[in-house]
């Protein structure tokens, strides 16, 4: 019973991520093949139109088409949140590893910074940075990488510190690897699993955190179609044409929920059973 | 010339608190010697330093007449092929996420280029593979499994021959044999006797398992407290003049 339900459970995973990444394929390559739309072309003639051939989502209040903002959005949306995902892991990483590794005072100071910034809420601090840096996405992007590194940080340090004290480090170096070559022969290994789990699961946090600062108005601003914001621009609508405010928040919760499923994915995947047998 | 000749050695971790206390004995090439003492004696200490691990506080220990204490890292990385060693715990000396051969060939893959062998042909990378896995009778389809497919003798086997792999000149087996069950250790020790007839090696061999020792050993050290309170032939092991101690650690092996 357990098994057919875990199985069950799995495909339908599998089957979910596989047709959204072939969606993802699809939007980035063909974008600018199905969109006829310019996404910022105002007609008020055409405004808040509902669905039909011409325009399969509908207009906005500014008489733009929504599908190509959708579109779009997802491209900005989930491309900055992409970016700041892999900037943030290409800081956090290194550090964690070189302060796990070295220990003394590098790990000392580095693990300071990293607490000072663990004890604010991730949203907090990305308010508090791009209100003092000014709205707009790149200083958003800057204020979020700020916030994340911190858990790169602390996982590749937290992995690393419980793997230097093995034998095999130590023969490693008796074997006359240098500090570098054990870190990225012997230790990197370690890491990627998780890495890979954490990151899959904070692309979806990431995406939320710009699509709500935008939606407040710190992020993207218009007319870039950016989820947030257009649901940000749909408020005054969401009585008489809801359709704006279902449109964009269908789009996140969508990615969202596949970050989270390829999370889980890559975690039972990625599951350490390997140490756990020894 | 011995191998290896150690003077006065000294090591503390704190101020005031000796690990190791006037450490005096030489090893020579092909010649097994054997310490024996208890946990908390500064056996594994005294690996460490013998490898390079650890500064000495006093003393000297020479490797083929030469001091390693005070040369850098990179100086001393020429000698590490030739003084190799085998831990006591084969679950931890292997890399999980690696495959065997990747942690059997790591040697030769940062000396390969510079060493020439005389015992094993090393043309190739995979011909050095099978004839280490021969060496220590394990099948080379183990090459391309992972460490926790292989039971611990079989992994304690991978560690003989990875520290063998280069025909070093001292291997340093630091309780080999102590996290194995009794039939595992004989075959184990068999092997380790085996090899060093067959590839002229030397051994340092640490334990706390006198019945192991003298298995393998010529001359034996006896451990207390960070000093080598004893010191004999195998032969004379049952002798009356044996320290206290010495005899205490006898009677327990009845």
Known sequence: MKSGLTVNKTRATKVFLSAFLILIATITVYAFLILKHDPSFVDLNERLLPMSWQHPFGTDHLGRDMLTRILLGFQLTVGYGFVALLLAVAIGVPMGVIAGFKGGLVDRLLMRVADAFLAFPDTVVAIVLSGLLGAGIENLLFAIILVKWVNYARLARSTVVAERQKDYITMAKINGLSEWRIMWKHLFPHLIGHILVLASLDLGKIILLISSLSYIGLGAQPPAPEWGAMLNEARPYFQTVPALMIYPGLAIVTVVLFSNLLGDYLRDKFDVKKEVAE | ?254
């Not at chain 2, 050695?9 to 000796?18: C, E, F, R, W």
Request: net charge negative.
């Open chain 2, 1 to 254: 010339m011995p191998l290896l000749q150690l003077n006065n050695v000294q090591k503390s971790y704190q101020q005031g608190n000796p690990v190791l206390t006037d450490i005096n004995f030489t090893l020579d090439r092909q010649e097994c010697v054997g310490i024996v003492g208890e946990s908390g004696c500064g056996k594994s200490t005294l690996a460490r330093c013998i490898l390079q691990l650890e500064r000495l506080d006093q003393g000297e220990i020479l490797f083929e007449g030469t001091a390693l204490q005070n040369k850098t890292e990179r100086e001393i990385r020429p000698y590490r092929r030739q003084l190799q060693t085998v831990m006591q715990n084969p679950a931890s000396s292997l890399n999980p996420k690696l495959k065997i051969r990747d942690s059997l060939m790591e040697p030769f893959r940062q000396y390969g280029a510079q060493v020439s062998l005389t015992h094993f042909q090393h043309g190739s990378e995979e011909q050095l593979a099978r004839q280490l896995m021969d060496a220590v009778e394990l099948s080379p389809d183990l090459l391309s499994r992972y460490p926790h497919e292989l039971s611990g003798g079989q992994k304690q086997r991978i560690s003989i021959a990875r520290a063998i792999s280069l025909e070093p000149a001292l291997v340093v087996l630091d309780e080999p044999t102590s996290s194995l069950d009794v039939l595992t250790q004989m075959s184990i020790l068999k092997l380790l006797d085996h090899l060093r007839d067959a590839l002229d090696l030397s051994y340092l061999f640490i334990s706390h398992d006198l019945m192991a020792i003298q298995a393998l050993s010529q001359k034996i050290l006896v451990m207390k407290q960070g000093q080598i309170v004893d010191r004999f032939e195998k032969v004379d092991l049952f002798a009356d003049e044996r320290h206290p101690y010495t005899q205490q650690l006898v009677s327990l092996f009845d």
